[in-house]
């Protein structure tokens, strides 16, 4: 079996037809290169004499101050504009762009390289590479302030792709900014030495008709612990996988590398309009080799919410029996966690606030795990995913797996599965034959597979829930180092009841590298992007996960079996998400933050001044968080991100209102079971992977005992 590794640097020109979504390669003509260099000299110039002492004054000239003179004039003299970044751009549009919007993008582009575009867009009668940075910068800034939405978007849209292209390939800002280089490869002392782990048993592609007693398409929470189970219960189990694996000895510890490698279409991708971005695993283990490690159960009013729709499963001792189940094979413990510095901020602050906090249980078998890459694959094999769990365990019981193979459609015959047909990574179309066929691709994915299949119930790919998540940062006196440490430890539910039905926001720290910093903060002009920049490592972030009620949401797939999703938050999230950011203002004032970042396009950062001190009763920072709540969470101008993808193909009592029977089994064909977080009734309101991992093991119970 030939090794594989992961590259060094993101590939941008070389795409797995399987994991990235099929559409042409992004290419600018010359005018429209101009374009983008004239923005990227924008959103991160070389500052002049006068913007540079404006920063130095800024940062460095207040009592206290932690940021070196040096570093950030040096920082001042970088400009974004490089010929990595242009090629980082074409990248970000191809695989964080709808495909069905790429054109609109180059189309902006065009617009901006004539003078009767750029007139039309903002009121200059001269192509946009044509004018002076300042006139530029005034342009985007205009646009950030627009009442027309559509520019809002614009500036959204430009800023985000834009600094996205920079800080994922400018290595030298690590150094200029006070971090030190990671090495990629190298074990950590603080890290328990690993087991030497054997690599998985892969199949070669098939070259003739192969027949197993079931299929399962996804290696996931859904489909790990499906095929673990079948296996187990001795039946012969394929997996099919369409991404690739990884042994624990081939993850690196870079943002950039990981999200084009591990990642559904290589990393956050947008809905069609551009308001949510979200991010899901495609990988051997799926989420659970990327996610943060939270090993959270369903809560009582979410399994009751779900019982009063028929579905009496999740009430029962049954389920609660599987939940545990999970947790004791998965490691689900607060035991071995270390705090880093964010997560003790929450606590300090939820603390001085008498806001509830506890920690976060890990799927780690108590271990102390401090990484900070988990989001990269873990490689101290110290996070129990499936390919360290339930995966193994199918291995244990000969389950075979087929990896960088895409399931395009379930085979039946008298309306019963029978086997699949996939798409290898060359593109050639096999058939591979099952008694049962159990579809956990994710809630991305599995409608795609019904729809290519021939089912036609009306909910397959609507009701998608996202958990759509506002982040904002706290910027302190003393060092925080977000991007080192555990990721996520610490939890506050003090307003997830919001509604009185169980509706409402988490409050969760995520360790936030440099690439993701500068995307969640809105970019406001050149000096204040600085500003905001040289603060990274002073900065602490914490994360609003918003359970969402009845958002307008759906996956579709265009003619190329590519998915567009679409997503409106709806008034009654956008509340809960404003409440969410106001508690987590508190939280990180009441903590001692110096100045607080807000991800809201026109809400600019508050400030303490020199002489005040960090205080939640601080009139001028009360009339502040009044203004932050007032204007609200238009997803136009601010940063919304999702990790979880919930409900396509929710299961119910009657195909008037699901997809799948309760056991998991598709209403319109016999033996097709779908067994991962597209069964959720509604959005579960925690990190889902222990609700999925559950729930699976009640499709497959349900799958043995039929």
């Known amino acids: ?90 990248h970000t549009i191809f695989r964080a762009v709808s495909p069905d919007k790429h054109s609109e993008v180059l189309g902006l582009l065009s617009h901006l390289s004539t003078p009767q575009g750029t007139q039309f867009l903002s009121g200059r009668n001269e192509a946009f590479y044509d004018l002076n940075r300042e006139e530029r910068e005034r342009i985007l800034l205009e646009w950030k302030k627009s009442p027309v939405s559509q520019q809002r978007s614009i500036h959204s849209t430009l800023s985000t792709i834009g600094l996205t292209a920079v800080y994922s390939v400018d290595s030298k800002l690590c150094s200029i900014l006070g971090l030190e280089t990671i090495d990629e490869k190298k074990e950590e002392p603080w890290e328990p030495k690993r087991e030497n782990l054997k690599r998985f048993p892969l199949i070669d592609p098939p070259k003739e008709a192969l027949h197993y007693d ?236 019904l729809l290519r299949s021939g089912l036609t119930n009306k909910h397959i790919g609507q009701n998608l829930y996202l958990h759509p998540a506002a982040a904002l940062f706290g910027a302190f006196d003393q060092t925080i180092d977000c991007h080192i440490g555990s990721i996520s430890t610490t939890l506050s539910n003090v307003a997830e009841n919001i509604d009185g039905e169980g509706y409402g926001v988490k409050l969760e720290i995520p360790t936030t590298h440099l690439t993701s910093y500068s995307t969640l903060n ?43 999703f679409e997503y409106e938050l709806s008034k009654h999230d956008e509340k809960s998400t404003v409440i969410g950011v106001m508690h987590s203002c508190k939280v990180l004032v009441a903590a001692g933050a110096r100045s607080i970042m807000v991800s809201q396009g026109n809400i600019d950062p508050f400030v303490f001044n020199d002489d005040e001190e960090s205080r939640v009763d601080n009139p001028r920072f009360k009339e502040w968080l009044d203004a932050m709540v007032k204007f609200g969470y238009p997803t136009d101008s601010s940063a919304i991100i999702s990790a979880h993808q919930m409900g396509t193909c929710r299961m119910g009592i009657s195909p008037d209102v699901s997809v ?41 119970d349900s799958i043995l005992s039929a």
């Open 522 to 564: 809105t970019w406001r002009g050149a000096v204040a992007h600085k500003e905001i920049m040289m603060k990274y490592r002073n900065a602490s972030p914490i994360v609003v996960l918003v359970r969402d009620k009845h958002p307008k949401a759906c996956v579709k797939y265009d003619e190329k079996d590519n998915y567009l």
């Open 214 to 449: 079931a299929i399962v398409v996804g290696s996931g929470g859904g489909g790990g612990v499906t095929a673990a189970k079948l296996a187990e219960g001795g039946k012969s189990v394929l997996v099919i996988e369409k991404g690739k694996y990884f042994h624990e000895d081939d993850f690196v510890r870079n943002e950039s590398v990981a999200y084009s490698s591990l990642y559904e279409s290589g990393g956050f991708t947008s809905s069609r309009d551009g308001s949510i971005s979200i991010a899901s695993g495609s990988v051997i283990g799926g989420g659970t080799t990327v996610n943060w490690s939270i090993s959270l159960k369903t809560q009582h009013f979410v399994r009751e919410e779900w019982a009063r729709q028929g579905l009496d499963h999740f009430v029962s001792p049954k389920f609660a029996e599987d939940l545990e189940k999970v947790c004791q094979r998965i490691g689900a413990s607060t035991e071995g966690i270390r705090h880093n510095v964010p997560n003790q901020i929450m606590i300090d602050g939820c603390k001085n606030l008498g806001y509830p906090i506890e920690p976060l249980p890990q799927n780690t078998g108590g271990k102390p795990h401090e990484c900070a890459y988990c989001f990269c694959g873990c490689q101290a094999g110290i996070k129990n995913g499936t390919m360290r769990t339930w995966l193994r365990d199918a291995i244990d019981h000969n389950a075979k797996f087929l990896t960088e193979t895409k399931v395009m459609r379930v085979l039946m015959k008298d309306n019963k599965a029978i086997g699949v047909e996939c798409r290898l990574k060359n593109g050639e179309l096999v058939k591979v034959y099952a008694d049962t066929v159990v579809v956990s691709a994710g809630s991305l994915s599995t409608p795609g597979v």
């Open 660 to 700: 799948t029977k309760p056991t998991g089994e598709t209403w319109e064909v016999k033996n097709l079971y779908v067994a991962d977080a597209s069964l959720f009734p509604t959005s579960s309101g925690v990190n889902p992977m222990v609700t999925v991992e559950a729930i699976a093991l009640h499709v497959a």
């Open 1 to 90: 079996m030939t090794q594989t590794t992961l590259p060094t640097q993101p590939q941008a020109r070389v795409y797995d037809i399987n994991r990235f979504r099929d559409a042409p390669f992004i290419d600018f003509n010359d005018e429209q290169k101009k374009v983008v260099e004239a923005l990227l000299e924008t959103l991160v110039p070389c500052l002049s004499q006068k913007e540079e002492e404006e920063l130095v004054a800024k940062l460095c000239y207040s009592p206290n101050s932690p940021y070196a003179e040096e570093s950030v004039r040096k920082f001042a003299h970088v400009s974004g504009n490089t010929p990595e970044s242009i090629e980082a751009f074409k």
